[in-house]
């Protein structure tokens, strides 16, 4: 594949993330590592292109009334400062692609796991539970240089938070902050790089992809089968991460 062909592959993967309240930003950073040799230039890109995604699903959510900020603040809250600083750290190219990919990998498991468990009433959590679960995930979203939503959603469907369309919007807000935020801290520390020509491509295939993909996940789909293959996907990702940065093998 070319990078020509980058316009469309993003559309699909803003389409098929968006449809589950996710950005996208874990398959953005692993195509983009195969085109681009500056890494810095690929977390940037990533971020920005998630912050296109998830603002599209966050208006959604608002406009259903799916979004609910007396609930989510606690995540909120502690997130977007340990993001910031998590963008600082200076990793080099190798021990950041094993740790996103490690992460990538629980977190396909954490989402398989949620469609295999039965269905149990959901469960209200202490606020200081949640700043310590959005602190962390914050962490380590400003660390690898995506939103974070794709760590916390399977974690609050595992703990029976709340119900998944609930936790879909919270994890589109969560993403949109903590990206902004991740952005923030890059330019802070002076490694925030965008190729100009080929941004402007890959932000409209992502808006119209995550305009659709949002639209279908607010008109109360069925969205299990997609979320089996997002699973699928990220597993795909974190394993193929891990394999070609630590030990060279090529998948």
């Not at 469609?115 to 660390?143: A, R």
Request: glycine share 10%; net charge positive.
């Amino acid at each position: 594949m070319t990078v020509e062909y980058l316009p469309i592959v993003f559309f699909l993967i803003a389409l098929f993330y968006s449809s589950v309240g996710f950005g996208g930003g874990s398959s953005y950073l692993a195509i983009l590592s195969l085109f681009l040799t500056d890494f810095y230039e690929i977390r940037s890109t990533a971020l920005v292109l998630n912050i296109c995604v998830v603002t599209i699903g966050t208006l959604f959510f608002i406009k259903n009334r799916v979004f609910d900020l007396k609930k989510f603040w606690p995540f909120l809250v502690a997130s977007i400062p340990l993001a910031y600083l998590g963008a600082q750290l200076r990793l080099s190219k190798t021990s950041f692609f094993l740790i996103l990919g490690s992460a990538l990998v629980l977190a396909g498991i954490f989402m398989l796991l949620r469609f295999v468990k039965k269905k149990m009433d959901t469960k209200e959590f202490s606020n200081p539970k949640k700043l310590l679960l959005g602190g962390s995930i914050g962490l380590l979203s400003g660390i690898s240089g995506i939103g974070g939503g794709i760590f916390l959603s399977p974690v609050l469907n595992l703990l029976k938070w709340a119900n998944p369309r609930i936790i879909a919007s919270l994890a589109s807000v969560f993403i949109l902050v903590n990206s902004v935020s991740g952005l923030i801290g890059l330019n802070v520390a002076g490694t925030f790089k965008l190729n100009n020509a080929l941004m402007l491509q890959l932000i409209v295939a992502v808006v119209i992809g995550g305009s659709i993909g949002s639209y279908l996940s607010n008109k109360k789909f069925n969205l299990k089968f997609l979320g089996v293959l997002t699973s699928i996907l990220v597993l795909y990702v974190g394993f193929r991460l891990i394999l070609l940065h630590g030990f060279g093998v090529k998948i």
